[in-house]
């Protein structure tokens, strides 16, 4: 069941992205340097996104949620993330969960060490 929490995680973030997006793609600045307000937009969108692990855990989660998007902005152009958003979510996750898998690690063992304190 373990397992199973970590996998809906992942789901929840890459699921995340296809909402963060449109978001993303409306910004009046240009489309291949990441903002400012897009950082946060996907910042905000990743913790909303994580609900019962945000209300948890929320440090844990909004370190993880700068992480991950720290490392989607430094593999990817904004416009890159906004085409890779409208791919399945399966074709998302492929493309995606490499840029950020230290991040989701990282996360998974803080969490884990959370829980036995």
Same mark, same amino acid.
């Given at each position: 069941?373990? +397992? ?14 296809? #909402?963060?997006?449109? #978001?993303?793609? *409306?910004?009046?600045? +240009?489309?291949?340097?990441? =903002?400012?307000? $897009?950082? +946060?937009?996907?910042?905000?969108? /990743? ?17 993880? /949620?700068? %992480? ?8 990817? =152009?904004? *416009?890159?993330?906004?085409?890779? +958003? ?15 898998? $230290? %991040? ?8 884990? *060490?959370?829980?036995?304190?």
């Amino acid at each position: 069941m373990a +397992g199973k929490h970590w996998i809906i995680i992942v789901i929840i973030i890459i699921a995340a992205s296809y #909402g963060i997006y449109s #978001g993303v793609e *409306q910004l009046k600045y +240009g489309r291949e340097i990441w =903002t400012v307000e $897009s950082r +946060g937009i996907l910042i905000d969108k /990743c913790m909303q996104d994580a609900k019962e692990m945000a209300a948890k855990y929320r440090e844990l989660t909004f370190e993880y /949620c700068v %992480c991950s998007t720290e490392k989607i902005q430094a593999e990817f =152009t904004q *416009q890159e993330y906004i085409e890779i +958003g409208k791919e399945s979510i399966e074709k998302q996750e492929e493309k995606l969960l490499p840029a950020f898998k $230290s %991040c989701l690690t990282n996360y998974q063992q803080k969490v884990n *060490q959370a829980k036995t304190n």
